[in-house]
């Protein structure tokens, strides 16, 4: 796969963690949260250290498209009806307030910030995203219904936010990250109360965050119950056109497309990882809709999803006080990667943070994704298949388009020789090296 963000740009280095050390505060994962709450940390003045198991922002975080909004599908309206309109305001007040942080940033750390209102439409019954527009009016951003959308096809609705943002991630993580105490290439196996297994050593923390996507710690949490991965594909088009704004689809299916410089992002196909494959249906949009345009990139990329849509940002579990988590942000992880930091920098520094019950991780399972998960798991743990994943033992799926054998009940994935890709599994020696 070729990626659009990571192309010509330098990386910095890091070294790798050896032998044991000691800190007051251990971030686990070098993505953009786990950047953002070092970034936070270290202009605190707290004793910190982040290990990265590979090297910072080669999992999920070159593969986003980067749009910074608070335009989440319609959550607001849902939000409201099942926790009332203050529950609303504080998550949509929470990520506009993400986007002007990263304004604020990219003023320090050049990344291509363009302001950009975003758009999300609708090619059948309008009226949810006529009401959503009302939703969040109500709530105090300007967003207006308009059946105005720049696509080669017409729209029968769609809501308009306006003072939303696009910026360049890779460009942003790498600026950020020089000068802060990270380690690469140093994978934490386990932790154990207020120890980090490393292959190499040991880390004793006071506070361990773990921003590494997806959870690995299975004894706490229900972590493997209320999330689950979803894989999407993406192309880069030259010759397609400039849109002015972000554009996201609302009907199942879709498709979202965003600028960057002289290239039209399109992605699209999304699915359940370990459920369908490839980048077709991606490529049949563009060749209907842009058939003059080239191909330049393309790349899959991977997200954590919530029983209810709502990231899981704060305390690991009840029982586990003084670790912290970030996961579960669905298709928006740039804004709420922002407010997982600054939600959990305030709880390791003992602050009140109005926004933490929204995203608290111990609300309420009763959701209907529950069910779903569950009943996904036991379907692949019932399939008399040799391929198994070590996670948690479910039958692996192999993914021709992306050569790779892939887990649909938690979203692990391995290479064709049985090399682990992604969590949560910790491992892939148990894969068999052929299919």
Same mark, same amino acid.
């Given at each position: ?229 979803? +894989?999407? %594909?993406?192309?880069? #088009?030259?010759?397609? !056109?400039?849109?002015?704004? =972000?554009?996201? /689809? *609302? ?6 497309? +965003?600028? %960057?410089?002289?290239? #039209?992002?399109?992605? !699209?196909?999304?699915?359940? =990882?370990?459920? /369908? *494959? ?158």
């Amino acid at each position: 796969m070729e990626y659009l963000w990571t192309d010509n740009e330098n990386a910095p280095e890091f070294p790798a963690l050896e032998g044991d050390a000691e800190t007051d505060v251990l971030i686990v994962g070098g993505g953009m949260a786990g950047i953002l709450c070092a970034l936070r940390l270290h202009e605190a003045g707290v004793n910190y250290m982040l290990l990265e198991a590979s090297r910072i922002g080669s999992g999920m975080t070159r593969g986003t498209t980067a749009v910074l909004t608070a335009q989440h599908d319609t959550l607001y309206s849902d939000m409201e009806k099942s926790h009332g309109s203050e529950y609303a305001r504080l998550y949509l007040e929470a990520n506009v307030g993400a986007v002007d942080s990263f304004r604020a940033l990219s003023e320090r750390f050049p990344c291509d910030f363009c302001e950009v209102p975003s758009v999300m439409y609708t090619t059948k019954e309008p009226d949810v995203l006529k009401r959503e527009a009302e939703t969040v009016r109500s709530l105090g951003v300007n967003a207006e219904f308009t059946r105005d959308v720049p696509l080669p096809f017409p729209v029968s609705g769609a809501v308009r936010y306006p003072g939303m943002a696009q910026f360049h991630p890779i460009k942003f993580l790498y600026g950020v990250s020089r000068g802060l105490n990270i380690y690469e290439n140093t994978f934490v196996t386990k932790i154990d109360g207020h120890t980090a297994l490393t292959e190499r050593g040991r880390v004793r923390a006071k506070k361990i965050i773990i921003a590494a996507h997806y959870p690995f710690k299975n004894s706490r949490g229900m972590y493997f119950l209320k999330l689950y991965q979803k +894989r999407s %594909y993406v192309i880069a #088009l030259e010759g397609a !056109g400039n849109l002015g704004c =972000t554009i996201d /689809n *609302y009907d199942e299916g879709g498709f979202f497309l +965003r600028n %960057y410089n002289d290239l #039209l992002i399109i992605g !699209g196909g999304t699915h359940r =990882t370990g459920k /369908n *494959y490839g980048f077709e249906a991606v490529r049949k949009f563009a060749k209907k809709y842009y058939p003059d345009a080239a191909e330049r990139f393309a790349w899959a990329n991977q997200d954590c999803v919530s029983l209810d849509g709502v990231p899981y940002i704060g305390k690991y579990s009840p029982n586990t006080p003084d670790i912290y988590v970030a996961t579960g942000f669905n298709l928006w992880g740039m804004t709420t990667s922002m407010v997982a930091s600054q939600i959990i920098t305030d709880m390791v520094l003992g602050k009140k943070n109005v926004y933490a019950s929204v995203f608290a991780p111990n609300r309420s399972m009763m959701h209907g994704q529950l069910l779903a998960n569950a009943c996904e798991a036991a379907i692949e743990l019932a399939k008399p298949l040799p391929m198994r994943c070590p996670h948690m033992g479910c039958a692996l799926s192999w993914n021709e388009a992306e050569g790779s054998w892939d887990c649909p009940c938690h979203g692990s994935r391995f290479n064709a020789d049985g090399e682990l890709i992604c969590g949560p599994a910790m491992h892939g020696k148990k894969i068999k090296k052929s299919r």
